[in-house]
């Protein structure tokens, strides 16, 4: 009898450790479930982010078709003004700066278009918005007006010209800001805002003789 009930209890042990030993191992599956859906929620909610930060509007494909060869135009009128002789030492100063400032921002406009899958410049009238209309855009005979002026004249036409290109280029980006979705653009259009602003309040200075 007695030993009976030692087999009973031993039994019983053993029935006892298997079963401790089936929960932890559904605990430790539950857990391991748990864990891997955390996971992917975190990643689908980072690709969610990334998406919507990739995502960029008509407004902002227009701002980088025209500023692209609006800040083309600029570099062009820089080329030429830094050709000359007799100009003053500040306004080729200013010309380079211009070129070193708006160079990368050609490359980044012509980057981010490509990786839109839309062309450099915009077919036909662009929203209402006709290129050869562009604000502060200069003319071919407008161009050409400044290759021919000798350096002293030139430099004064040169400030007036650009005074006006910059002011249709601060439009276009305050366009940018108010109308854009894709902020690495409306970033752009900000600093083009600051910096542009500063240049034009400088030559105005140098043609006030300050």
């Not at 031993?10 to 391991?32: P, Y």
């Not at 960029?56 to 025209?66: G, I, P, R």
């Not at 600029?74 to 211009?98: F, Q, R, W």
């Amino acid at each position: 009898m007695n030993r009976q009930k030692l087999v009973l209890t031993a039994a019983a042990a053993v029935a006892v450790l298997g079963l401790s030993a089936c929960t932890g191992d559904e605990s430790g599956t539950e857990s391991e479930t748990t864990t891997a859906v955390q996971t992917t929620a975190s990643s689908e909610s980072a690709t969610s982010t990334s998406e919507v930060s990739s995502q960029h509007s008509e407004a902002d494909v227009m701002f980088a078709q025209m500023m692209l060869p609006h800040h083309e135009q600029a570099i062009e009128m820089s080329d030429i003004i830094l050709a000359k002789d007799g100009v003053p030492a500040e306004v080729t100063t200013l010309a380079e700066e211009i070129k070193a400032a708006q160079g990368p921002e050609i490359a980044q406009l012509t980057e981010w278009l490509e990786q839109w899958g839309e062309p450099m410049m915009p077919e036909g009238d662009h929203g209402g918005h006709d290129m050869s209309q562009m604000e502060g855009m200069l003319s071919e005979e407008d161009l050409q007006e400044l290759s021919d002026a000798p350096g002293p004249e030139a430099a004064d036409l040169f400030l007036e010209q650009m005074i006006a290109h910059h002011e249709g280029a601060v439009a276009m980006a305050e366009d940018e800001v108010e109308d854009g979705s894709y902020q690495p653009a409306i970033d752009m259009a900000r600093t083009i805002i600051e910096t542009q602003q500063a240049e034009i309040d400088e030559m105005q200075g140098l043609l006030d003789g300050q």
